[in-house]
């Protein structure tokens, strides 16, 4: 069973927690950390998607976020960004390389698997600008079918325009793109 810490609008915990089928069942609010594996390649700035397992309560089959989880009870959202960044992707960051980029929400209310789910989500965003060889990854099969590298740019117009290929939520890369348009490390990728 996952436990989550129940938090306010800013992302604090209140102090209450709440399993995971309860969280989504109820609409309370709880934390994600979202990871954003980037890199420049002839002059355009890619991200790398994960096509999610057919197997997932939501968005099955669909490329999202490079890597994304639950913020369990009691774990700090950089910890989580890292734990989640190796048990799906394999890659073992430290601390200091990955970058905060900011928080947004996440709320919605979707069928899949012909049950209700209830999403309701403040958001940890972090970058991490490593190189990344797909090649070499190992991928938690159990989450990530595959995984690709997506120009930034074609990712948001698909998203923009609804292109069900993608689940990537419209406000972690509004977040990705202010971090890397304010901060001069874009150009360093």
């Not at 002839?42 to 997932?56: A, P, T």
């Not at 989500?121 to 970058?127: G, H, T």
Request: charge should be negative.
């Amino acid at each position: 069973m996952e436990w989550f810490d129940v938090v306010d609008e800013n992302g604090i915990p209140t102090g209450e927690t709440v399993e995971r089928s309860e969280a989504h069942a109820r609409d309370i609010l709880h934390r994600t950390a979202h990871i954003w594996v980037v890199r420049k390649m002839n002059g355009r700035i890619e991200v790398l998607l994960q096509k999610r397992s057919m197997n997932k309560d939501s968005f099955p089959g669909r490329y999202d976020t490079s890597s994304a989880g639950h913020i369990q009870a009691g774990d700090e959202p950089r910890d989580s960004a890292i734990r989640e960044l190796h048990e799906e992707l394999g890659i073992q960051a430290q601390p200091e390389e990955l970058e905060y980029a900011g928080m947004f929400r996440i709320h919605y209310d979707m069928v899949f698997h012909d049950r209700p789910f209830k999403d309701n989500e403040v958001s940890f965003v972090y970058v991490y600008r490593k190189p990344a060889d797909i090649e070499k990854l190992t991928l938690q099969k159990e989450e990530v079918e595959s995984v690709r590298w997506f120009s930034l740019d074609e990712v948001c117009e698909g998203v923009m325009n609804h292109d069900e290929t993608y689940c990537v939520p419209s406000g972690g890369l509004e977040t990705l793109k202010a971090y890397l348009s304010t901060h001069a490390g874009s150009d360093q990728l």
